[in-house]
């Protein structure tokens, strides 16, 4: 039996979001200047390491989802 479209969909933004979240857990603690928009200090590398474990979960969950076909 075929997947219907949303649900393939939704397990493709899963992948590329979990991406995204871990990119921006990366760039926080690699970028050295916050421009005053971003936080700073410890504050900064604590909200990385959140967005870099969302971002593993989220694309753990998405492959998952995928062996359930």
Same mark, same amino acid.
């Given at each position: 039996?075929? #997947?219907?479209?949303? $649900?393939?969909?939704? !397990? ?11 990119? $921006?857990?990366?760039? &926080?603690? %690699?970028?050295? #200047? ?6 700073? $200090? %410890? &504050? !900064?590398?604590?909200? %990385? ?6 971002? %593993?979960?989220?694309?753990?969950? $998405?492959? #998952? ?5």
């Amino acid at each position: 039996m075929r #997947q219907p479209t949303s $649900g393939l969909l939704s !397990r493709y933004l899963n992948i590329f979001m979990g991406l995204a979240y871990m990119g $921006g857990g990366i760039f &926080l603690i %690699a970028s050295s #200047q916050s421009f005053g928009m971003l936080p700073s $200090g %410890a &504050l !900064r590398y604590i909200f %990385a390491a959140i967005l870099l474990i969302y971002g %593993a979960f989220r694309m753990l969950r $998405g492959f #998952q989802r995928f062996r359930d076909l």
